[in-house]
């Protein structure tokens, strides 16, 4: 609860100063650049939050055993605060302890749920600890690279977005055909989703690993191209078996669905952006990642979770419907913002715009459900 409000507030906030950056009107104390502070504070702050809240609702339903609750949430959501306190008065405190204080959240996070795998016995969920434990070290390199102003095109940049591309490949590819189903069955409906995980599933996600990692290794190899361009289209045949196109009656459904186009969308046009850059630019192929996949599906994961375990009907009224096309909107109006240049500038603040306004949505709707006690359902 208290890690999904954060984060939306967070999203809104820092897209509010990243504006006010741009335009001169902010001047943060940071010793990161513009660029490199709005990169890591989306990835790294924005999306760790995101993660230990689906992580600390999931877990307990793959142990069954009590979630993390009371002052030990209390402290990790501190945590994560005091993150980005340093990063963002980074300026006038040592590289290292910056480093430690934005890692710690990160760590204890990984500490947690490893406690509880183990405890729980639960080895078929260690693909999703392994992943986490490995942001930790993305963030790492992020750190290192940005004490020589190479962070916002490093390593560190490439991997953090490539494991966040796996871990939404991995967990989307779970949970969209299942939610998918069981709404379709509610229905009547008699075409349903192909179960999920079955082997074409799993050759998509070694696919996926492999060449997110020929990219984040060597970015601008035809080879790395190449290898995108299949991962896109198996991902698009991956789609194909999940039966979205039937599920436009609930937006809490068919945004999984667009949020999850978004990831073989990014990789053919990351794909392009190599092998064909006089087409398309690398920023609005990764805009396509971060804002599209990650944004939306995050959104999405979110307010699914919060009216599931605030005792809510999972149903998507208009209020939600509004925050989803309002990121929908952002998300198109920054890819066209790379396209139509004489506009550019126009369509990154309206895209912006809708951006905060989707996340204030989200705070302002979403807020007071995980502000308050869960309604028990009567016998």
Same mark, same amino acid.
């Given at each position: 609860?208290p890690?999904f409000?954060?984060?939306a507030?967070?999203?809104m ?19 990161f ?9 989306f ?9 230990a ?10 142990t069954?055993? &009590? /979630?993390?609750? #009371?002052?030990? +949430? =209390?402290? %990790? $959501?501190? *945590?994560? @605060? ?10 006038y &405190? /040592?590289?290292l #302890?910056?480093? +430690? =204080?934005? %890692? $710690?959240? *990160?760590c @204890? ?6 406690r ?5 016995k ?19 390199t992020f750190h290192?690279?940005a ?5 916002s ?36 409906a008699t075409?349903l989703?192909t179960?999920?995980m079955?082997?074409?599933d799993?050759?998509?996600?070694v696919?996926?690993v ?9 970015p ?5 191209g ?6 896109g289209?198996?991902?698009?045949m ?13 937006s809490?459904?068919w945004?999984l669905?667009?949020?999850?186009l ?21 920023a609005?192929?990764l ?10 599906m995050?959104?999405a ?8 375990h ?22 198109v ?10 506009i550019?500038i ?10 905060i ?8 709707i979403y ?13």
């Open positions: 609860r890690l409000l954060l984060a507030l967070w999203a906030i820092a897209m509010v100063l990243w504006i006010g950056m741009l335009a001169g009107l902010v001047s943060l104390p940071t010793a650049d513009p660029v490199t502070w709005h990169t890591h504070e990835l790294f702050g924005y999306l760790s939050a995101v993660i809240g689906f992580l600390l609702t999931a877990v307990p339903n793959w069954g055993r &009590l /979630p993390v609750v #009371g002052w030990s +949430l =209390a402290w %990790l $959501a501190a *945590l994560w @605060v005091i993150g980005r306190i340093a990063i963002a008065t980074s300026l &405190l /040592p590289a #302890g910056v480093a +430690l =204080a934005d %890692l $710690a959240f *990160l @204890v996070l990984w500490g947690v749920v490893l509880e795998i183990i405890a729980g639960n080895w078929r969920n260690l693909p999703v600890l392994i992943l986490v434990g490995m942001l930790v070290v993305a963030n790492i290192i690279e004490a020589s102003g190479s962070a095109h490093g390593y560190g940049l490439r991997f953090g977005l490539a494991l966040s591309i796996i871990l939404i490949s991995l967990i989307g590819g779970k949970i969209i055909p299942s939610f998918t189903r069981n709404w379709l069955v509610k229905q009547g075409d989703p179960p999920p079955q082997r074409f799993k050759a998509t996600l696919v996926t492999l060449a997110l990692l020929a990219w984040a290794l060597a601008m190899q035809p080879l790395a190449a290898a995108l361009l299949i991962m289209g198996l991902h698009l991956r789609m194909m078996r999940w039966q979205g196109v039937q599920t436009s009656a609930d809490l459904v945004v669905h667009i949020a999850y978004c990831v073989p969308l990014g990789a053919i046009c990351v794909a392009l952006s190599i092998l064909a850059p006089s087409i398309i630019g690398q609005l192929a805009h396509i990642w971060t804002a599209g996949a990650i944004g939306l995050t959104v994961v979110m307010t699914r979770a919060s009216l599931g605030s005792g809510r009907a999972l149903v998507g009224g208009r209020s939600t419907t509004f925050i989803y096309l309002a990121l929908i909107g952002a998300v109006l920054r890819v066209l913002a790379d396209v139509v240049f004489v550019r126009p369509l990154l603040d309206a895209s912006a715009l809708l951006w306004l989707g996340f204030a949505g989200f705070v302002g807020g007071p459900m995980l502000l308050s006690a869960k309604i028990e359902k009567t016998a």
